[in-house]
Nanobody, 124 residues
Framework: QMMLDESGGGLVQPGDSLRISCKAS????????VAWFRQAPGKEREFVAG????????YHIDAVKGRFNISRDNAKNTVILQMISLKPEDTAVYYC?????????????????WGQGTQVTVAS
């Protein structure tokens, strides 16, 4: 079974940048579609960005497009979310998730493997 472990969260000021990563274990990672979700206090878990096993395919929601970039390094079993121009509304616990298949999905129920999350706080 694939296991995911996020790291890199922290407290930053508005406008700052942050890089969070997801390290995966398991032999099927290279064929998995991987996504980042986030969950703010009192809100539902929200899809942020996803990347397929085909490295040319990725998707970012409008709220983060142009500021966040998802990437992956299959040789290192790692998925990265590079975030710039962070806003207070980006504050959330960020989770990585994985599913088998080529299509990027946006529902939590579409993903079978989850990390425990890393806290990102954007505040002055």
């Amino acid at each position: 079974q694939m296991m995911l472990d996020e790291s890199g969260g922290g407290l930053v000021q508005p406008g700052d940048s942050l890089r969070i990563s997801c390290k995966a274990s398991g032999s099927t990672f290279s064929r998995a579609t991987v996504a980042w979700f986030r969950q703010a206090p009192g809100k539902e878990r929200e899809f942020v960005a996803g990347i397929s096993w085909n490295r040319d395919q990725s998707y970012h929601i409008d709220a983060v497009k142009g500021r966040f970039n998802i990437s992956r390094d299959n040789a290192k079993n790692t998925v990265i979310l590079q975030m710039i121009s962070l806003k207070p509304e980006d504050t959330a616990v960020y989770y990585c998730a994985a599913r088998m298949g080529q299509r990027i999905m946006s529902r939590t129920s579409d993903y079978s493997a989850w990390g425990q999350g890393t806290q990102v706080t954007v505040a002055s």
